[in-house]
């Protein structure tokens, strides 16, 4: 407002001084009509269409009072191209036709409205109505297009944040999957080992110092994968990484088991090939997990048996007990099940688990052979 005040102040000081350097017979009259033209301007960003109204009806007292010319008829044009550039669309419309429109009379102010004079200064101020309303428009459009480039720029920003939480969602879930299955899996195996060696250390010293290397050996290897994982977390440039467990690892788990206290049997059909990264990762944590709950659920006495598919197009991993783990009951806050199922999904492959119809529990994993194009996202 300031500026436009500004403008108007300089507007009325060239009128007035129009009035004043020639013989005019606009007198007192002009000088109040360029008043009532000029005075409106400071406010005509902020309400184009008042002020254009008010600008038109002194325009019309100008017709009345005045018989020429007068400098602040400027302030006409102002005021149009500023509906045209900020005001409502029809009104803009309705204001260049009444402009148009008002451009008769004024050439008609010449004695012989017949003359060509008066013919030429019509043309003259309907050019000058047209600039004024194209260049209104023109404002209007590249506003337009600001305001758009702002929106897009906003909703980017919006999407990156969005992507951004989602990213960190899906690392924060893969990191506890990742913390499940080495604490749970290592825990159970210390209880297992512990539990056994406080049975046998009264019959059997020898058996409770084996348990006691167990549960030494799982929780040194425990402690190490979790600070892998944490150590990913923080980001530390040059730090060693090692390589996560595949299906290589797979009879070192299987083992591992058999020290718990669990008889575990390891098959293995087809002739094993290169498998992705993730993929090998997805079956080896599936075995550790399934491998963890019969365990803590199976019970006294139970046998479990894992078995490794190769097939032409996928490859299946079956873990089975014959325990009772299907009769334990659920908390409900267990994340084992849900963590398999995100680690198989997102690859393309499926997941059932459930009571076998012989007896025991049952987890079925089959993941396509051919890495799948979700890797890379998975891995991120």
Request: with cysteine; glycine share 8%; aromatic share 4%.
């Amino acid at each position: 407002m300031a500026a436009d005040s500004v403008l108007a102040v300089v507007l009325l000081a060239f009128s007035l001084s129009t009035l004043t350097s020639r013989d005019s017979d606009a007198g007192t009259a002009g000088v109040v009509v360029s008043v009532l033209l000029i005075a409106p301007l400071p406010w005509r960003r902020r309400a184009p269409v008042e002020v254009f109204a008010l600008v038109m009806l002194a325009c019309g007292a100008e017709l009345l009072l005045v018989d020429e010319f007068i400098g602040a008829n400027v302030a006409a044009l102002v005021a149009l191209y500023t509906l045209m550039a900020y005001g409502p669309r029809r009104l803009a419309a309705l204001g260049c036709a009444v402009a148009l429109v008002g451009t008769v009379p004024f050439a008609a102010m010449f004695d012989n409205p017949s003359s060509t004079d008066a013919i030429l200064t019509w043309l003259a101020l309907i050019a000058q109505v047209a600039l004024a309303a194209a260049l209104g428009d023109r404002t209007r459009a590249r506003s337009r297009e600001r305001e758009a480039l702002e929106q897009r720029a906003r909703m980017l920003a919006a999407e990156r944040d969005q992507q951004a939480t989602i990213a960190a969602a899906a690392e924060r879930a893969r990191i506890a999957r990742e913390l499940h299955d080495v604490v749970a899996h290592s825990l159970s195996v210390v209880i297992a080992q512990a539990d056994g060696g406080r049975y046998a250390a009264e019959q059997d010293p020898s058996a409770a110092t084996a348990a006691l290397h167990t549960i030494a050996a799982t929780a040194r290897e425990a402690q190490a994968e979790m600070r892998r994982a944490l150590g990913i977390l923080r980001e530390q440039p040059g730090a060693p990484l090692q390589p996560q467990p595949g299906i290589e690892e797979l009879a070192t788990l299987v083992a591992r088991t058999c020290e718990a206290g669990l008889a575990v049997e390891l098959t293995e059909e087809g002739s094993r090939r290169p498998l992705a990264a993730g993929a090998g990762v997805t079956l080896y944590r599936v075995a550790q997990e399934a491998l963890t709950n019969v365990l803590k659920h199976a019970g006294p006495g139970a046998e479990a048996s894992v078995a490794l598919r190769w097939e032409p197009e996928q490859v299946t991993l079956v873990v089975r007990d014959d325990g009772s783990g299907a009769a334990a009951e659920d908390d409900g806050r267990g994340r084992g099940l849900v963590g398999m199922r995100e680690r198989v999904e997102p690859r393309g492959g499926s997941l059932s688990v459930g009571p076998h119809p012989d007896g025991g529990f049952e987890v079925r994993a089959v993941i396509p052979a051919a890495p799948v194009r979700a890797e890379a996202v998975t891995q991120s």
